[in-house]
């Protein structure tokens, strides 16, 4: 197939169910709605800067990402690297950090930094996911303390038809006729709740073109670049992650480099258009994925049908019930969160589970992910390194001669398990001849040649004639850069 018979498949193509896509992308576009105005709250700009975000994100990923079926828009772990920046320059400041953000981004798709998620392992990605679950479901709490009465009524309502109604008919999906329900029933009784309306007045008028009024000097760099290096790496880690997530949950695979590029032109063509730097939701994208949008043409349906709603249908958008959206995001919580972790911290090795565990309490402690999926790699990373320094052997060999000792090293020589090498040779019984045959073992850095140094010149000092033998091809390379000292026989 090719690229472009691949491209198009993606929009129309065989697998491809076009009235899903459409009705996945409106409910996802209902959903964004609530969230894009909550994320302009945190930032400190109006609820247009989060909502122009949303719709020019989802709308330019759904033809230059690499993640069919992913929704990108404002998010949180965005919004908050923004707030000091919007308090102590203003909004164009905002806005040029976020074109800058898309630039970094798309050089760090060019330099292929989506090869790093190969350092993520299964327990990150599981506490990550986990994590986000959490804070969706977190996200809700403000939505349920000091509201009238009968927010709680309807929420467990709304719940009761999302889980419900698939048991009758799965004909549209389940969370957008609650919303819909739950909308007409607060309106036709004129319910005394919470609404969309409440949070933020809505955008009135198509998104304009626009450079950003700042400086272009040296000194708005120092400003500017770095929260867009802290916004640049939060954005790629955490839309790298969650396209992971929908491979896996759709079977399917995605091209991370197109995405990496993708979402740079996305924050890019934002910052230009009034919008603040966004990167993809897991949230939303488990809603579009649920409801059965796999292409892009869900995401463009999001991002294209949340201006028509707020634009032309803002003042209905504006009497939805926040009831109603917090049950579709507690759905969502429950749906994203992997139940199955639990039971499997009895089963799988300590190591993996402590891994999942920090992850998912830095994440929510911090609420940063960035901060969460460097934790885990950092201590996934410790334990592998220790793990490998157990598989380092030193076998004495018994000889005929007392006044020779023979050795063979097996496993991985390095930094961790260094130390433990030097300690596993036996220095008081002074032979005049030693053999250390290292071809069962591999030699990874200059720790290692150096304890292997060390070892030769303890046995030296004793007046003994050293040999070290069988060095792979590398590990001789290594070692003659050192400059590793001894006799070494191939």
Excluded at 132 to 147: H, R, S
Aim: proline share 4%.
């Amino acid at each position: 197939m090719t690229s472009f018979a691949r491209y198009r498949s993606e929009w129309f193509g065989p697998n491809i169910h076009i009235p899903t896509e459409l009705i996945s992308g409106i409910l996802v576009a209902l959903a964004l709605i609530p969230e894009a105005i909550s994320f302009s709250i945190i930032a400190g700009v109006d609820p247009k800067v989060g909502l122009y975000a949303s719709f020019s994100i989802a709308v330019t990923l759904a033809f230059a990402g690499g993640r069919p079926g992913m929704i990108s828009a404002a998010t949180a772990s965005m919004a908050v690297l923004f707030i000091d920046l919007v308090k102590d320059h203003g909004l164009q400041y905002l806005l040029v950090t976020t074109i800058l953000i898309g630039i970094l981004q798309i050089i760090a798709g060019l330099l292929r930094i989506d090869r790093m998620m190969g350092f993520i392992s299964r327990s990150v990605m599981t506490g990550f996911v986990n994590a986000l679950a959490i804070l969706i479901f977190l996200a809700q709490v403000p939505e349920m303390t000091g509201v009238p009465g009968l927010t709680y009524p309807l929420i467990a309502v709304g719940l009761a038809l999302i889980y419900l109604l698939p048991r009758v008919t799965k004909i549209l999906p389940s969370p957008l006729i609650t919303i819909v329900l739950l909308t007409a029933v607060a309106m036709t009784f004129d319910f005394d709740v919470r609404t969309v309306g409440d949070m933020g007045e809505l955008p009135s008028s198509l998104p304009v073109f626009l450079l950003p009024d700042v400086p272009l000097n040296l000194e708005t760099l120092r400003i500017i670049l770095p929260v867009a290096l802290a916004a640049t790496i939060v954005g790629l880690l955490e839309s790298l992650l969650t396209a992971s997530l929908i491979d896996e949950i759709t079977d399917t695979k995605s091209n991370k480099q197109r995405e990496s590029i993708g979402q740079g032109l996305a924050n890019f063509v934002t910052g230009l258009f009034g919008g603040m730097g966004g990167c993809a939701m897991i949230g939303q994208s488990m809603i579009n994925t649920r409801a059965g949008g796999r292409g892009r043409l869900s995401t463009f349906t999001a991002g294209a049908f949340l201006l028509f709603l707020v634009v032309v249908l803002g003042d209905l958008v504006g009497r939805i019930p926040m009831a109603a959206l917090v049950a579709v995001m507690i759905f969502v919580s429950v749906s994203t969160f992997r139940w199955s972790s639990l039971r499997e911290l009895r089963t799988h090795p300590v190591s993996s589970s402590a891994v999942m565990v920090v992850t998912v309490a830095v994440v929510v402690a911090t609420r940063n992910l960035a901060l969460g999926v460097l934790a885990g790699v950092i201590i996934s990373g410790l334990g592998f390194a220790w793990r490998l320094a157990q598989s380092t052997h030193v076998h004495r060999i018994e000889t005929a001669d007392d006044r020779m000792q023979q050795y063979e090293v097996t496993g991985q020589v390095f930094f961790v398990s260094a130390e433990a090498f030097i300690s596993r040779f036996d220095f008081d019984s002074r032979p005049e001849r030693v053999s250390i045959d290292l071809g069962d073992a591999h030699l990874w850095d200059t720790s290692a040649v150096q304890a292997l140094d060390r070892v030769i010149a303890k046995f030296e000092r004793n007046g003994a004639t050293v040999e070290v033998t069988g060095l792979n091809e590398v590990s001789a390379l290594l070692r003659s850069q050192v400059g590793g000292a001894g006799t070494t026989a191939h």
